[in-house]
């Protein structure tokens, strides 16, 4: 009996000798394939950079490769070392199987990040609006997408929502229109009222002639007041300068020109009762 364990033991260690060479060369095989995969994760980074590629999806690309280099640096190990690698494989396959019927509605808003990320209907930076939600895009991930108010809060929106609903983007094109409704009592002179606004317009040199001149026309008569829309053009990137500008330099003119803003008045009539009566 003594001797049959003997055996064993010797034909087990043959066995571990045997099998030495392999493990070192897996252990030298995952350093190797690891530096490499860090090196080549640098060198992506840098060369993405230096695209027009939107930066979210930049940061795609390379989490992807990490990912799928990960999976195949393990089963080569593996598959070095001696390890039979149908069985892992079989089994990340219905892991994954199974965690695609669990996570139904992720994989939904993967599929919404990756059609963003391809489709590009706002990139990092631009501000969008999305039913009751608005802010600047921070961040477009795989799953969520982050935008980040004028208030300076955060709001994770799903990707599939985004990739679904509407989706106002107020950034994309370099050009925008300020519309600003002002009102003028009706005992102005309307022709003097617009060539006050227009002063107002040509103060401000964000102000632009393209796409359109500046306009002002009468737009609607209110109680106590006739109405002016005015629509003016700038560059996307000074609309709210230009706006507030406009707002303030309009009443100036307004007043230096002998233009009334009308308000709404109240008449109060006092009655003096007769005690005597």
């Known amino acids: 009996m003594a001797d049959i364990i003997k055996f064993l033991r010797l034909k087990e260690i043959a066995q571990y000798i045997k099998t030495a060479p392999d493990i070192v060369l897996a252990l030298i095989l995952f350093v190797v394939c690891i530096l490499a995969l860090f090196v080549f994760s ?10 027009k590629l939107d930066i979210s999806m930049q940061k795609f690309f390379v989490k992807t490769i990490n990912i799928i280099g990960a999976i195949v640096i393990l089963i080569c190990v593996l598959s070095t070392a001696g390890v039979s690698t149908t069985g892992l494989i079989a089994g990340f396959s219905a892991a994954g199987a199974a965690v695609a019927l669990a996570l139904k509605d992720s994989l939904g808003n993967i599929a919404g990040g990756i059609l963003l990320l391809v489709t590009h209907p706002f990139v990092t930076g631009d501000y969008i609006e999305i039913g009751s939600y608005s802010g600047t895009v921070k961040e477009i991930d795989i799953i969520q997408t982050t935008l980040i108010t004028t ?4 709001i994770i929106i799903p990707n599939g929502l985004l990739s679904s609903d509407e989706v106002v983007n107020y950034t994309k094109e370099p050009h925008r229109r300020v519309d600003i409704t002002v009102s003028i009592s009706y005992d102005n002179d309307v022709e003097l009222a617009k060539k006050s606004v227009l002063k107002a317009a040509a103060s401000d040199k964000r102000v632009l002639d393209t796409p359109a001149e500046p306009f002002v026309r009468v737009t609607g008569y209110s109680d106590s007041s006739v ?5 003016l053009w700038c560059k996307t990137e000074d609309y709210w300068d230009v706006y507030y500008n406009m707002i303030e330099k309009i009443r100036e003119c307004f007043k230096e020109d002998g233009i009334e803003i009308p308000y709404q008045r109240l008449d109060v009539n006092v009655v003096k009762s007769d005690d005597n009566k």
């Not at 640098?42 to 695209?51: E, N, R």
């Not at 208030?151 to 955060?154: A, E, G, R, T, V």
């Not at 109405?227 to 629509?231: R, Y």
């Open 42 to 51: 640098k060198i992506l980074k840098k060369t993405l950079s230096k695209t």
């Open 151 to 154: 208030d300076n809060k955060n």
């Open 227 to 231: 109405d002016l829309i005015v629509k």
